[in-house]
């Protein structure tokens, strides 16, 4: 149930910061995340992700640590972009 309230948190999230970003160079389908222990990176992803239990753990960690609110407009991913792109890469397959 806890994820499923995550899942929501966040997509109310990503809607409230693109709907006022005046910068739309998000695709209709993709969200943006920020990712990285010091230096944060942006990542454009899909939104299917968001359905992966692995990318829902994820969320639940992020919303933990940083909560939904990103000052750039995403949700930032609380593990190395080395972990993130491993997690990323195995569920594009």
Known sequence: MAIIFSIANAKR????SLSG??????PKGYFAVYVG???KK????PLWYLN???FQNLLSQAEEEHGYDH???GITIPCTE???LELTSG???
């Open 37 to 39: 222990e010091n230096q």
């Open 21 to 26: 970003s005046k910068k739309l160079d998000i």
């Open 52 to 54: 992966h239990p692995s």
């Open 82 to 84: 080395h972990t993130f």
């Open 13 to 16: 999230s990503l809607t409230r």
């Open 91 to 93: 569920l594009s397959e």
């Open 42 to 45: 942006r990542f454009v992803i």
């Open 71 to 73: 000052p750039m407009g």
